[in-house]
């Protein structure tokens, strides 16, 4: 049985109980993060961090723990679930907390709920692309909010759409705005490649700020030897791609082999991917 941590107290996860009042539970009023550990090491942990105090303060959650709180608390989790190891990710919620009444205003006076787990996360990807796995997505019209930036615990559009993807056999759902626009698929961010140039939708409220993409950008910018553009893609740029790549913490870079059922280039995991993917998997512990 893993060890959680709940307002303060580690202990076992089937003993976390929170109350039906909360304001998680009731309005999805929270913000949540998502970091994995490799054997201890974590991937991102500051900027994860960092995202999550902005979201917090973004829906003015009053949480009064620093970057150096949460960073310890989670070195001490780990330590509890012998994360040195196993690969683990690690859930951090925190929600308004728990009012008396249900009531839409934010309530004064209440503590946030802080709830953490952890989960055994996958290994890698090999690192080649004969045999890195090849996912398969489907599209929808972005039907969600108009604030994707922030990393809420109400996940119920991205939840419609994951089950879009998923109904059909699929991993993931690719999601383009009014305009045909690429957004982000319903739990990762996204790239295509065209003649060798990595293209990426740019940071605004359409999109989840995902800390793989930021990995990805930054090591394929210091490397410089793959052209990269943060830009407006279409859909007609999706569909004729050589090369098309979902990016979250759970999945790394994933390729996309086929979309909507037809195939993205050959129809294999291609060689940029194989490239980005070794610059990211030397990078990802900086
Ligand atoms: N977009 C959405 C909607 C997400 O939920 C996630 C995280 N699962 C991502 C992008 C990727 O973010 P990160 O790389 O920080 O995991």
Redesign the pocket.
Known sequence: MSTAYLNGEFLPLAEAKISPLDRGFLFGDGIYE?IPYYRGKSV?LVP?LQ?MLRGLAEIEINCDKTLAQWSELLDDLMAKNNGAEQNLGVYVHISRGTDSIRNHAYPKNISPTIFCFTFAIKDPEPAQRTKAAGYTVTTSEDLRWKR?HI?STALLG?VIHYQQGYASGNHECLLYNEHNQLT??????AFIVKDGVVSTPILDNQ??P????GIIIDCIKADGSISLEERVITMDEVHNADEVWI????KEIAAIIAIDGVKVGDGTVGPVWEKAFALYSAAKFN
């Open positions: 998502v991102g994860h995202r994707c990393k991205n982000e698929g319903s739990s990762v961010n999109i989840l995902g800390i793989t993409r990016s979250s913490s759970s």
